[in-house]
């Protein structure tokens, strides 16, 4: 499975916009980028994923680079109850699994 | 609410006794796994079934075993437990067809402690 890269934690401040970043240079063209994110106490949470274009939805958005060797997750609006270890993984067309690595731990401040 | 049901949420077991983690999702999905995860790190995978009947071995599979009847169902058992099999264990699923396109559905876990 290819790898990815995120920083072990970054902070934001409680209404302002967060944009967490992914390195991801081993990936290969049909790979998808998932990113899931933990509550403390709780599972994983799909929060989006992507191919090759960027994706909105409710949650966030997800910017991916024209190359795909990196991709970003964007939360509009932070609030506290974004604080969360945030997981991008890279999904094979053929694969059946996840390898999580570990992750960005999120803390917002109020 | 449809999703994924683990049974028990905590555990406390001796070494040498075995246990079954119960695992039921009512989504029809034909993906599930397992999932332990130790203080501080990510999830890393013990095993996996694409559907009723086959199941696999995924990154860390020893002292665990699992089979698939039903759709539904997931059970992971301990064989015999082990103070290093003390961790967080989460079931997931998922479609499977076209399945990089879906994400997982996680349960909520299970705390098993190794005395």
């Known amino acids: 499975d290819a790898k990815t890269t995120q920083p072990n934690s970054m902070e934001s401040n409680e209404e302002e916009p967060v944009h967490l970043p992914c390195n991801h240079s081993?990936?290969?063209?049909?790979?998808?980028i998932h990113w899931y994110r933990q509550l403390p106490s709780q599972g994983p949470e799909y929060v989006i994923h992507?191919?090759?274009s960027n994706v909105n939805n409710r949650m966030a958005s997800l910017a991916i680079a024209e190359d795909r060797k990196s991709s970003t997750l964007i939360l509009h609006r932070a609030t506290l109850r974004d604080a969360a270890v945030y997981y991008c993984?890279?999904?094979?067309?053929?694969?059946?699994?996840?390898?999580f690595g570990e992750g960005t731990q999120l803390t917002v401040n109020p | 609410n449809a999703g994924v049901t683990q049974t028990p949420k905590f555990q406390v077991l001796k070494t040498g006794q075995s246990m079954t983690l119960q695992c039921a999702q009512d989504?029809?999905?034909?993906?599930m796994s397992w999932y332990r995860q130790d203080p501080g790190m990510g999830l890393r995978l013990i095993h996996y079934?694409?559907?009723?009947?086959?199941?696999d071995q995924g990154e860390v599979p020893n002292g665990y075993n699992v089979s698939r009847s039903t759709t539904e169902d997931f059970p992971l058992r301990l064989l015999s437990a082990a103070p290093s099999q003390t961790s967080v264990y989460f079931c997931?699923?998922?479609?499977?067809?076209?399945?990089?396109?879906?994400?997982?559905?996680f349960g909520s876990g299970t705390r098993l402690t190794v005395v």
């Open positions: 081993t990936i290969s063209g049909t790979d998808y």
């Open positions: 992507g191919l090759t």
């Open positions: 989504m029809n999905h034909e993906y």
């Open positions: 993984i890279l999904r094979a067309t053929s694969g059946s699994r996840l390898t």
């Open positions: 079934s694409v559907g009723a009947g086959i199941t």
């Open positions: 997931a699923s998922s479609p499977l067809t076209r399945q990089m396109r879906y994400g997982y559905t």
